[in-house]
C-alpha cells in the first residue's frame, strides 16, 4: 500500500523561483528519502533524512522532517530548468528493508 | 550514474510472446528490486531479492517471475505478455542496511499490443 504522498500534484514556476513540495506518510518511519526522476528515466537519489533529525541540507534542497505531522517538505531554491522532473519521496518502516514511493510532485521550470 | 543497466530500453511484442527484461549491476549490491510504474504515477514493487537464490514477492501482484543466480544479474519473466503488462519497469540495487540507497536503472518501457 502507498505510505507516502506528495502535494502538490504538480507545480509550475518560473526560473529563479523557489519550488517546494510536501510529502505525508501514514506510519512511524525509519528514513524518508526524496528521489528525482527526469522523463523517461529512472529514479535518482537525492537526499536522506533520518527520523531524528529535522532538517537537512544539500546544494540548493532543503528537507525538513515533522515527525508528529508525519510530514516531509523538499525546497529547492533559485531553481533551474534542469529541475525539471518527477519528484518522490520514499519511506521505510521499522523492521523492513523496503521502500515504499508515493506518487511525486511533477514540477516544470519554465525559462 | 549508478552502474546499474537495463536492456531492452524500448519493446513492443504482440500478446502470448515471452519476454525476459534484463537488469545488472556491477556495484555487488546484495539487495536487488524491480517495481512497475504507469505514466504520472507511484513506482509498485513487484520483486525484490536479498542476495544469490533469494527472491521475493512485492506489494504488488504480478505474473512475472524472476531469478537470482549471480549477485550482479536479476532478470525478470513474463512467460505469455499481455496488454495489461504495459507500463515501465524499473530495476534497482541497494546495500544493506535500513534506509539504504537504491540505486536505479534507466527502466524498459514495454508495450504489448
Known amino acids: 500500500s502507498q505510505q507516502g504522498e506528495e502535494d502538490p500534484q504538480a507545480l509550475s514556476i518560473q526560473e529563479g523561483e523557489n519550488a517546494t513540495m510536501n510529502c505525508s506518510y501514514k506510519?512511524?518511519?525509519?528514513?524518508l528519502q526524496w528521489y528525482r526522476q527526469n522523463s523517461g528515466r529512472g529514479l535518482v537519489h537525492l537526499i536522506l533524512?533520518?527520523?531524528?533529525?529535522r532538517e537537512k541540507h544539500s546544494g540548493r534542497l532543503r528537507v525538513t522532517l515533522d515527525t508528529s505531522k508525519k510530514s516531509s517538505s523538499l525546497l529547492i531554491t533559485a531553481s533551474r530548468a534542469a529541475d525539471t522532473a518527477s519528484y518522490f519521496c520514499a519511506t521505510d518502516v521499522p523492521n523492513d528493508y523496503k521502500l515504499s514511493f508515493g506518487a511525486g510532485t511533477t514540477v516544470t521550470v519554465r525559462a | 550514474e549508478a552502474d546499474i543497466y537495463q536492456t531492452p530500453r524500448y519493446l513492443v511484442i504482440g500478446t502470448g510472446k515471452k519476454i525476459t527484461l534484463e537488469c545488472s549491476q556491477t556495484m555487488g549490491h546484495d539487495k536487488m528490486y524491480w517495481y512497475q510504474q504507469d505514466p504520472g504515477m507511484e513506482l509498485h514493487l513487484i520483486h525484490y531479492s536479498y542476495g544469490v537464490n533469494s527472491t521475493e514477492k512485492g506489494d504488488l501482484s504480478s505474473e512475472s517471475t524472476v531469478s537470482r543466480i549471480r549477485t550482479e544479474h536479476f532478470p525478470l519473466t513474463l512467460e505469455s505478455a499481455r496488454p495489461s503488462h504495459t507500463s515501465q519497469y524499473l530495476c534497482a540495487s541497494s546495500e544493506p542496511g535500513q534506509g539504504a540507497t537504491q540505486y536505479f536503472g534507466p527502466g524498459t518501457r514495454l508495450l504489448v499490443l
Open positions: 533524512i533520518r527520523s531524528n533529525e
Open positions: 506510519t512511524s518511519i525509519n528514513n
